[in-house]
Structures are given as structure tokens and as C-alpha cells.
């Protein structure tokens, strides 16, 4: 004997297409019960089974390549964002597909993000603009990378003339204009834009912005 919340359950996994026996084992119970609680006008033939049969075998299928598909390309280094824009699919698809152990921790992903972005970075142009006279922070600045990125990409017999260097680049951060820097953030400019006109970092900027504006 089945209460009527099972016997409602089984009616309605057996409309969706799921087999008497895979409902016998979803449930736990047999499948003779399961045969019970199915009004005789609701059974499906033996052709209407097997057509049902092939259908979940397809759509099984279906579902297994999807999974491999997300497990391959966030092994590739792809946070659970990308696969889905990768996919065609929700980030929450791609979450259910991942098991637990094959997921990375918050820093790992933003560490392999940090490399793919870094190995994106214009080499060739990062040392011209180094021997023009352009500091690491600058640099940095210009990227959206660490100076130290920067400074890996930069050949040890590379030299950056301070002859070269305008009033800007050679100032420290001590010497900062913070009237000129403040007036200008109050008219709308950004502390990034900011950083990048003075070649400094926007941490230096911050600190010349009074926490009221």
C-alpha cells in the first residue's frame, strides 16, 4: 500500500517518460506497485515503450556529451562564467554538471584568469614604450596588469634613459599635484584615468581624494 503523495509521484514521473521499472528503482519500491497505481488507460504500448525507451536513451546521451563538454573546457582553464557563454548555457547548468572535486577555489580561477591575461599582453609594444620612457607603473596602469607583469616582459639589457622620462614619469608619488588631482575628480574623471595620467597607481590617487568626495 502507497500513500497518495507516491501514488501521485509515480503517476506523474510515468507521464513524463520515465519507465516502470526506473520509477520502481527511483522510489524504491516494485515494480508491481508501480503497475498498480497506473490507470490502465495511461499504460503505454509496447511500441509507444520502446519509443519512449529510445527517447531517454537519446536524451541521456545528449545530457552525458553536454557534461563532457563543460568538464573539458573548465579543465582548460575556463571559469564556470565562460563555459556557459562558451555553451549556450546558464551558469547554474554548468555548476550541476561540475563534480564537487573537479572544482577550482576563487583564487585559482582569478590566478589562471591573471596568467591568460598576461600572456595576451603586447610584448613587443610594452618594450618600446619602456625604452620611450614609460615607467613599470605606468605600464601597469595602461595593461590593467601588477608592474612586477610588466616587468617580466621587459628583457634584462633593456634600458629606459631617464633623459627620456617626462616631468610626469619622473615625479614621485610625494610630489603629486593633490589640488589639481582633486579638482579633477570632482569635475567627473575616474581614478583610473587619473592613475594613468600621472603614471602612478590608483592607490596613490585614493589616498590624495578625501573620503567625503
Do not use: C
Amino acid at each position: 500500500m502507497v500513500t497518495a503523495e507516491v501514488a501521485g509521484l509515480i503517476r506523474r514521473r510515468y507521464r513524463e517518460g520515465i519507465s516502470i521499472r526506473a520509477v520502481a528503482m527511483e522510489l524504491g519500491i516494485s515494480k508491481n506497485t508501480v503497475q498498480q497505481q497506473l490507470p490502465p488507460g495511461e499504460r503505454r504500448s509496447a511500441v509507444e515503450a520502446a519509443r519512449q525507451r529510445n527517447k531517454n536513451r537519446s536524451e541521456t546521451s545528449e545530457a552525458e556529451e553536454l557534461r563532457g563538454e563543460v568538464i573539458r573546457l573548465y579543465r582548460s582553464g575556463m571559469s564556470g562564467a565562460e563555459v556557459a557563454s562558451t555553451l549556450g548555457i546558464t551558469t547554474s547548468m554548468v555548476w550541476s554538471r561540475l563534480p564537487q572535486q573537479l572544482r577550482r577555489s576563487r583564487s585559482v580561477t582569478a590566478s589562471l584568469i591573471g596568467r591568460r591575461v598576461a600572456d595576451r599582453l603586447p610584448e613587443r609594444e610594452i618594450i618600446e614604450r619602456y625604452e620611450a620612457g614609460e615607467s613599470l607603473t605606468a605600464l601597469g596602469v595602461r595593461y590593467g596588469v601588477h608592474p612586477s607583469t610588466i616587468r617580466r616582459r621587459i628583457p634584462q639589457g633593456v634600458t629606459r634613459p631617464r633623459g627620456l622620462l617626462s616631468p610626469a614619469q619622473r615625479r614621485g608619488p610625494h610630489d603629486l599635484p593633490d589640488r589639481e588631482i582633486r579638482q579633477r575628480y570632482r569635475n567627473g574623471e575616474s581614478a583610473y584615468s587619473l592613475a594613468k595620467a600621472f603614471a602612478v597607481s590608483q592607490t596613490v590617487i585614493r589616498r590624495r581624494i578625501p573620503d567625503d568626495e
